[in-house]
T-cell receptor, first 111, second 116 residues
């Protein structure tokens, strides 16, 4: 999966708890992205980063925050998880804002 | 705003037959177009892209895609389907999102089933 890992791979949590998902890359790519995948919706962009400490919102950013303090790590935080955030989360990286390369995904269940 | 439509939720094809997965797009300016494949419980894998040049683009695993500007389409094709091609396929278009950056907008996906 193109030198990109995600952790944890699976997580079950309760409504109202904070959750942080980690994306780690070994490719030194500039651009990193967080998506969620839901049936009938395809992939939707949550947040993205175009450099260390440079981030911006995507289509479905409400309830999520991100941080990128190092080139290789991009963290996605759900401040107070809700059942509507149950989803599969994918991180992607890109060197040039053309094709993106995806991680293996994190399956998050919020009870 | 940019958009991608994959009009078929599912496509069934017999092994050995040609396959087509359809995609139409809407975007301002010249389109950058992509196809990805997702196998069960895996991330998306890049198949091919169109940026400029020849309208017929060849990619991984014997797949190709035809760019048609007048029909705003970018259909994925393969001359002879394999059972192992069964997967979820996503079309995507790159669009400018402001502040000097670009984003990919994905279609909802088409499930391809190749029947032995």
């Amino acid at each position: 999966d193109a030198g990109i890992t995600q952790s944890p791979r699976h997580k079950v949590t309760e409504t109202g708890t904070p959750v942080t998902l980690r994306c780690h890359q070994t490719e030194n790519h500039r651009y990193m992205y967080w998506y969620r995948q839901d049936p009938g919706h395809g992939l939707r962009l949550i947040h993205y980063s175009y450099g260390v400490k440079d981030t911006d919102k995507g289509e479905v950013s409400d309830g999520y925050s991100v941080s990128r303090s190092k080139t290789e790590d991009f963290l996605l935080t759900l401040e107070s998880a809700t059942s509507s955030q149950t989803s599969v989360y994918f991180c992607a990286i890109s060197p040039t804002e053309t094709e993106q390369f995806f991680g293996p995904g994190t399956r998050l269940t919020v009870l | 705003a940019q958009s991608v439509a994959q009009p078929e939720d599912q496509v069934n094809v017999a092994e050995g037959n040609p396959l087509t997965v359809k995609c139409t797009y809407s975007v301002s300016g010249n389109p950058y177009l992509f196809w990805y494949v997702q196998y069960p419980n895996r991330g998306l894998q890049f198949l091919l892209k169109y940026i400029t040049g020849d309208n017929l683009v060849k990619g991984s695993y014997g797949f190709e895609a035809e760019f048609n500007k007048s029909q705003t389409s970018f259909h994925l094709k393969k001359p002879s389907a394999l059972v192992s091609d069964s997967a979820l396929y996503f079309c995507a278009v790159r669009a400018y999102s402001g502040a000097g950056s670009y984003q990919l907008t994905f279609g909802k996906g088409t499930k391809l089933s190749v029947i032995p």
